[in-house]
């Protein structure tokens, strides 16, 4: 027969779709199946405690800075040690599980969260933090709209966003310079936001609005309602790329074009098994970030099965541009999109004493700075980029009839991948209703590289498994199934 797909992951449909599997664990999904994930490996030595936060400025001279906050220190990337030099102006008030919120406004860096002042980082000159002037609000979020700073949830009022003057940072006397304040009267908290140079997008809690500029008025902005009843239901589970905002409401999650309105992209597929898979009491850790590179949005999270509940152990992923999913295993305190630093071949000798030493190949885009790269960091603290040995990958087929009618005798089948010694498992049942029944996993032949495995029974799926560090790019599906007659 021909070949059976490892079909798109959709675990909240039916088990006996065959278009839908509800195992693609630890693989990206692709046009005609899946691909390897790459591990974290570590790139630079550990923050001082856990990251609560992370942020990449671009210097006026196109180089980057990379930044880490935890409950009291704010700390910068030092390129040469590979270490992260603690930048406070003091020790700091964040209390978690909240955590900072970074914006670039021109040279400078500033950072903010709801128990200190604004602290303000200039890329070019500075070599620490300081309290931002003007006597800005203090505030969970913070985004740039145009040439203002817009500080979102103050603390004076979590359902509130107040600007700076124009093109000024630190000029917060409203009512001067375009310097104002909007109250929302309905929609809950403001969550967070989104800016660019035309307008912004405000999430709260139960109503997205538009912030959009009113020429040749007495205001500045005004607002509108682009959703109501639809918003945001954790801080930080948000991700923007390009001209489009994916971001995870209280009934799943959902994408936002610029000029459109919410759609749903995880109803009927992954909305129901993350919630049921989410431990709810972190809700608020949930947190999203879209990869710089491919076109992927990840959203990591605390499972019900995690033994660390301070970091996350899971990540539901999803290619916007294929419209699938998947799901990954993997420990982290946080990730977000990056960019590299940068290195001559006499800058490496201060990171590594042997070429044959460094954690990245020679020729890797990670030593090329300004490279966009998707960051995390590990259990341990540590900054790291997704370019390690690949995790091990497994992908089930969903529980098929075939043999429409009548039992089935499955005597081998072939696994088509280009991985080499993928492990191959069939499973199962006599009824939809029944448990699976998995027979022994079994390696390829060396020679012809079928897996032999007998099994009987009505319905039956395949699974197969990549083992960790193995080298492949497709997994793709099921094929050349040898079939006897069982019977009725």
Same mark, same amino acid.
């Given at each position: 027969m021909g070949m059976i797909p490892f079909a798109e992951f959709a675990p909240d449909r039916a088990a006996y779709d065959p278009a839908y599997t509800d195992v693609a664990q630890n693989v990206l999904p692709s046009v005609t199946g899946y691909r390897p994930f790459k591990s974290l490996a570590a790139f630079s030595g550990a923050v001082s405690a856990q990251v609560y936060g992370f942020a990449a400025m671009r210097q006026s001279a196109g180089n980057y800075q990379l930044f880490a906050g935890t409950e009291t220190t704010l700390e910068k990337l030092n390129s040469s040690t590979l270490a992260w030099d603690d930048v406070s102006s003091t020790s700091y008030s964040l209390a978690a599980p909240a955590a900072w919120g970074f914006s670039q406004f021109g040279p400078y860096a500033l950072a903010c969260n709801i128990g200190d002042v604004t602290q303000v980082f200039n890329l070019d000159s500075d070599s620490a933090f300081s309290n931002l002037g003007g006597s800005p609000p203090q505030s969970r979020r913070l985004m740039v709209v145009g040439d203002f700073v817009v500080a979102m949830s103050t603390s004076t009022d979590a359902r509130s966003v107040a600007w700076s003057g124009i093109r000024k940072h630190d000029f917060w006397t409203f009512g001067q310079e375009g310097s104002d304040f909007q109250s929302f009267p309905d929609g809950g908290d403001v969550m967070n936001g989104v800016g660019s140079q035309s307008g912004g997008i405000i999430f709260q809690e139960k109503v997205i609005r538009e912030m959009y500029f009113v020429p040749n008025s007495r205001y500045t902005f005004g607002f509108r309602k682009i959703s109501e009843g639809n918003g945001l $239901? @954790?801080?930080? +589970?948000l991700a923007r790329i390009g001209g489009t905002t994916f971001y995870l409401d209280e009934d799943g999650f959902y994408m936002l074009p610029d000029g459109g309105i919410p759609t749903p992209i995880g109803n009927e597929r992954v909305d129901n098994y993350f919630y049921s898979d989410l431990d709810t009491d972190y809700l608020q850790n949930v947190q999203a970030t879209a990869d710089p590179i491919r076109k992927i949005v990840f959203f990591r999270y605390v499972s019900t &099965? !995690? @033994? !660390? @509940? @301070?970091? &996350?152990? %899971?990540? /539901? $992923?999803? !290619?916007? +541009? /294929? !419209? %699938?999913w998947s799901v990954v295993d993997i420990g982290l305190s946080w990730f977000a999109a990056s960019a590299t630093t940068g290195y001559t071949l006499d800058g490496l000798d201060a990171v590594s004493a042997s070429v044959d030493a460094l954690a990245f190949s020679l020729d890797s885009r990670l030593w090329k700075g300004g490279r966009p790269v998707l960051a995390g960091f590990d259990t341990s603290n540590q900054m790291g980029f997704f370019d390690g040995a690949n995790l091990e990958g497994t992908v089930e087929t969903a529980s098929i009839e075939l043999n429409p009618g009548s039992r089935s005798m499955v005597r081998g089948f072939r696994i088509t991948t280009d991985a080499a010694g993928t492990f191959g498992r069939i499973g199962e049942s006599e009824t939809h209703d029944a448990a699976t029944t998995w027979k022994t996993e079994v390696s390829p032949s060396t020679r012809t590289g079928m897996h032999k495995s007998r099994s009987s029974g009505r319905l039956n799926r395949f699974r197969a498994r990549v083992p960790a560090g193995t080298t492949w790019e497709h997994l793709t599906g099921v094929s050349d199934i040898e079939l006897a007659g069982a019977g009725k």
């Amino acid at each position: 027969m021909g070949m059976i797909p490892f079909a798109e992951f959709a675990p909240d449909r039916a088990a006996y779709d065959p278009a839908y599997t509800d195992v693609a664990q630890n693989v990206l999904p692709s046009v005609t199946g899946y691909r390897p994930f790459k591990s974290l490996a570590a790139f630079s030595g550990a923050v001082s405690a856990q990251v609560y936060g992370f942020a990449a400025m671009r210097q006026s001279a196109g180089n980057y800075q990379l930044f880490a906050g935890t409950e009291t220190t704010l700390e910068k990337l030092n390129s040469s040690t590979l270490a992260w030099d603690d930048v406070s102006s003091t020790s700091y008030s964040l209390a978690a599980p909240a955590a900072w919120g970074f914006s670039q406004f021109g040279p400078y860096a500033l950072a903010c969260n709801i128990g200190d002042v604004t602290q303000v980082f200039n890329l070019d000159s500075d070599s620490a933090f300081s309290n931002l002037g003007g006597s800005p609000p203090q505030s969970r979020r913070l985004m740039v709209v145009g040439d203002f700073v817009v500080a979102m949830s103050t603390s004076t009022d979590a359902r509130s966003v107040a600007w700076s003057g124009i093109r000024k940072h630190d000029f917060w006397t409203f009512g001067q310079e375009g310097s104002d304040f909007q109250s929302f009267p309905d929609g809950g908290d403001v969550m967070n936001g989104v800016g660019s140079q035309s307008g912004g997008i405000i999430f709260q809690e139960k109503v997205i609005r538009e912030m959009y500029f009113v020429p040749n008025s007495r205001y500045t902005f005004g607002f509108r309602k682009i959703s109501e009843g639809n918003g945001l $239901v @954790a801080r930080d +589970a948000l991700a923007r790329i390009g001209g489009t905002t994916f971001y995870l409401d209280e009934d799943g999650f959902y994408m936002l074009p610029d000029g459109g309105i919410p759609t749903p992209i995880g109803n009927e597929r992954v909305d129901n098994y993350f919630y049921s898979d989410l431990d709810t009491d972190y809700l608020q850790n949930v947190q999203a970030t879209a990869d710089p590179i491919r076109k992927i949005v990840f959203f990591r999270y605390v499972s019900t &099965s !995690n @033994a !660390n @509940a @301070a970091q &996350s152990d %899971k990540m /539901l $992923v999803y !290619n916007w +541009a /294929l !419209n %699938k999913w998947s799901v990954v295993d993997i420990g982290l305190s946080w990730f977000a999109a990056s960019a590299t630093t940068g290195y001559t071949l006499d800058g490496l000798d201060a990171v590594s004493a042997s070429v044959d030493a460094l954690a990245f190949s020679l020729d890797s885009r990670l030593w090329k700075g300004g490279r966009p790269v998707l960051a995390g960091f590990d259990t341990s603290n540590q900054m790291g980029f997704f370019d390690g040995a690949n995790l091990e990958g497994t992908v089930e087929t969903a529980s098929i009839e075939l043999n429409p009618g009548s039992r089935s005798m499955v005597r081998g089948f072939r696994i088509t991948t280009d991985a080499a010694g993928t492990f191959g498992r069939i499973g199962e049942s006599e009824t939809h209703d029944a448990a699976t029944t998995w027979k022994t996993e079994v390696s390829p032949s060396t020679r012809t590289g079928m897996h032999k495995s007998r099994s009987s029974g009505r319905l039956n799926r395949f699974r197969a498994r990549v083992p960790a560090g193995t080298t492949w790019e497709h997994l793709t599906g099921v094929s050349d199934i040898e079939l006897a007659g069982a019977g009725k």
